[in-house]
């Protein structure tokens, strides 16, 4: 296991018991104690954690990983939702994408796309976004115009949120709104764990004639803290194949159309 990988399992841990045993890590993972507290010592001086003796403890009970730390989860399913998020975007068209890891995957497999180019090389779609890391990818993108709002950094997602963001996307109009969320359930819709976010994808959400929401099995059936929007306000949500009939069948009763890629 590399140590990217290991700090994700290690962070699951963090947020799954809200506390870390160096002997219980190591043998759950596979590796030495010494990798482990060498980890945690690593993990510590980012202030991802607090080291104890034998052990760690997370910050605080709202633990949400950094976004450069996710990208290992389950990437295979991510992009092949992404592959197919990027295909519903039409050339002429204007697509919304907020931050994380599989509105990321999105981005690369809109700048990917062959068939979307305008005569002359210039831009055939406009991407708006609130995320930083995405921005940066797709300006280097001819056949992409790249609207970013403005904002403050939230640095666990890249995202840009407040005043100078919600002021941008109050003024503009989008086609297509794909949208990364950390929970999707029948009740409450979809949620994110930090509340500036939501607010944010509330709104850009809000701005779309249809709204597509990018979500791996996992992130089906559970919650999350603030809401973003309800389901009935919701077209498209695509998923991996790991997402079975029974747990799919609740949202397409919902008049949602689900996509397993």
């Known amino acids: 296991m590399k140590r990217p990988e290991r700090w994700n399992a290690l962070l699951d841990l963090l947020t799954r018991d809200g ?18 507290r060498r980890d945690l010592d690593e993990l ?7 080291r104890t003796r034998g052990g760690a403890v997370a910050h605080n009970l709202s633990y949400d990983l950094p976004l450069r730390y996710k990208t290992a989860r389950r990437a295979s399913e991510k992009q092949r939702i992404a592959a197919a998020a990027a295909r519903l975007a039409e050339p002429g068209s204007i697509v919304g994408l907020n931050g994380g890891t599989t509105t990321t995957e999105v981005a ?10 305008a005569p002359g090389g210039g831009p055939a779609v406009t991407v708006v976004t609130n995320a930083l890391n995405i921005a940066s990818e797709l300006a280097v993108r001819p056949q992409v115009k790249i609207v970013l709002t403005g ?8 995202e840009l ?13 989008l086609d297509l709104a794909i949208l990364g969320v950390d929970a999707l359930d029948t009740v409450q819709g ?3 764990h930090h ?20 979500a791996d099995s996992s992130k089906l059936g559970r919650r999350a803290f603030a809401r973003i929007c309800a389901l009935e ?3 498209v949500l695509i998923t991996d194949t790991g997402a079975d009939a029974e747990l799919v069948a609740p949202y397409t009763e919902a008049g949602v159309r689900v996509i397993r890629a």
Do not use: C, K
């Open 151 to 158: 904002g403050v950094a939230r640095p666990q997602s890249f």
């Open 233 to 235: 306000d919701i077209d």
């Open 161 to 173: 949120m407040g005043p100078l963001a919600t002021g941008v996307l109050g003024q503009v109009s």
């Open 195 to 214: 509340e500036g976010e939501a607010s944010i994808n509330h709104l850009m959400a809000g701005r779309a004639a249809r709204v597509v929401v990018v």
């Open 190 to 192: 979809a949620t994110a």
């Open 19 to 36: 506390r870390i045993d160096v002997e219980e890590a190591a043998a759950e993972l596979a590796v030495s104690a010494a990798t482990i």
């Open 108 to 117: 690369r497999a809109i700048s990917l796309r062959g068939d979307l180019s």
């Open 44 to 50: 510590a001086q980012q202030q991802m954690l607090t």
